[in-house]
């Protein structure tokens, strides 16, 4: 069928025009909405797109996903702290639509969630618990979702976005020290002080420094941490080798998410089993690389 957009508004939004135009399975209600967002580029309009592409019942899982992560690309900036919209309906679109971006978006998405969780309105899709909701809902980690729901509720939406913020992910490695029902714990003192280090400090530095006060409120155990030190190797090679794991173990680690990720869907079964296998054979090589290191 013939595409009807608007050539003249293309400019505003090229890749989206582009990609929708060489679609044959997309519905006229698809075209229109995309029509709009490139004419009206708000993000209420980019929620009604993202609502009505993923109702279309013309379009692939393949095509979706193209049409939605161009619209993640050109209009996420839309989506900040100031317009978390009030509704269950809108907050979920918006935190699933948030869920695959980058560290500022992962913060918008975790207000989004916070609003979620603190009103309960998971309930709505007949949830139990917050935590079903992520799993059935977003498609990232929970201790994800977690970490930037505590970066905002410890840190505040005005910490972030922007010019000048720091960086959330030096942040991260924090959490634990805030969580901490330690009273003895100067927790304001503790914010401040880190999100000044983040200016000057690596991740890991910092990352380094909250490890010491973990052992300095009884968080963590010294005695944990002595025997990690002990296992450090002491030569080149073997620093290489344990590199080397680190990274095979992450692999592993992201691919069996995939793998519970893909279980849990249940359209295009025969597709998702022929990749469940695929990422199954390659955690297994990697599980006999580890064993010759």
């Known amino acids: 069928m013939a595409k009807n957009f608007d050539l003249t508004k293309m400019k505003r939004g090229k890749d989206l025009s582009e990609i929708a135009s060489r679609l044959e399975d997309i519905s006229e209600d698809t075209i229109e909405v995309i029509n709009k967002v490139i004419e009206n580029p708000v993000k209420e309009m980019v929620t009604k797109a993202v609502v009505t592409i993923n109702n279309d019942t013309r379009l692939s899982e393949t095509n979706k996903n193209k049409l939605l992560e161009t619209l ?11 317009n978390c919209p009030e509704d269950y309906e809108t907050l979920k679109v ?5 869920s695959e971006l980058t560290q500022y978006s992962f913060l918008v998405l975790g ?19 917050f935590k079903s909701f992520i799993e059935g809902e977003i498609k990232i980690a929970r201790s994800t979702a977690y970490n930037y729901i505590d970066l905002i509720t410890f840190f505040g939406v005005q910490t972030f ?23 003895g714990i100067p927790k304001e003192k503790l914010k401040k002080h880190f999100i000044n280090e983040t200016k000057n400090k690596t991740a890991k530095e910092i990352q380094e420094e909250t490890k010491q006060l973990k052992i300095e409120y009884g968080i963590t155990k010294e005695k944990a941490v002595e025997n990690n030190e002990r296992e450090k190797p002491d030569n080149e090679l073997d620093k290489y080798k344990l590199k080397v ?5 992450y692999q592993i680690d992201l691919l069996e998410s995939y793998i519970k990720q893909l ?11 022929g990749q469940i296998t695929s990422y199954q054979i390659v955690v297994s090589n990697l599980k006999e690389l580890m064993k010759e290191l």
């Open 111 to 129: 207000q989004r969630l916070l609003k979620i969780r603190d009103t309960a309105l998971y309930k709505i899709d007949g949830y139990e618990n």
């Open 263 to 273: 279980r849990k869907k249940k359209k295009e079964k025969e597709y998702h089993e």
């Open 72 to 82: 993640r690309i050109q209009y996420s900036e839309l989506f900040n702290f100031d």
């Open 94 to 98: 918006e935190a699933k639509f948030l």
């Open 161 to 183: 976005g922007h010019e000048g913020s720091p960086d959330p992910s030096k942040l991260i490695s924090v959490l634990p020290l805030l969580r901490s029902n330690n009273e």
């Open 245 to 249: 794991k680190k990274k095979i173990t």
